[in-house]
Nanobody, 117 residues
Framework: QVQLVESGGGLVQPGGSLRLSCVASGFDFSAYAMNWYRQAPGLEREWVGG???????LYADSAKGRFTISRDNAKNTVSLQMNSLKPEDTAVYYC???????????WGQGTQVTVSS
């Protein structure tokens, strides 16, 4: 059974930091690209960034220079380090595992991040 379980969300003040983690199980984690998405109230889900199976990282413009994605294949974990957080970063953050060649696309349940003073 495929599972993606996010953790680490919470309330943080503007300028603060949070580290989200996503623990995967039920599939060959090392072979999958891992992505982070977010969805703010009333808005569509948007891609934040991702890391390929070869550890190449890509980021949305909104995340560049502030967010860092890393993966630990030994622990089946992908992390999202978020620094210099802004109120507009407030959203539910979702972990995604994708492997196009096998048409696999898995999602976690999401974790709430609120940036507010």
């Amino acid at each position: 059974q495929v599972q993606l379980v996010e953790s680490g969300g919470g309330l943080v003040q503007p300028g603060g930091s949070l580290r989200l983690s996503c623990v995967a199980s039920g599939f060959d984690f090392s072979a999958y690209a891992m992505n982070w998405y977010r969805q703010a109230p009333g808005l569509e889900r948007e891609w934040v960034g991702g890391i390929t199976s070869d550890r190449v990282t890509l980021y949305a413009d909104s995340a560049k220079g502030r967010f860092t994605i890393s993966r630990d294949n030994a622990k089946n974990t992908v992390s999202l380090q978020m620094n210099s957080l802004k109120p507009e970063d407030t959203a539910v953050y979702y972990c995604n595992a994708r492997r196009v060649i096998v048409k696999a696309d898995y999602w976690g349940q999401g974790t709430q991040v609120t940036v507010s003073s």
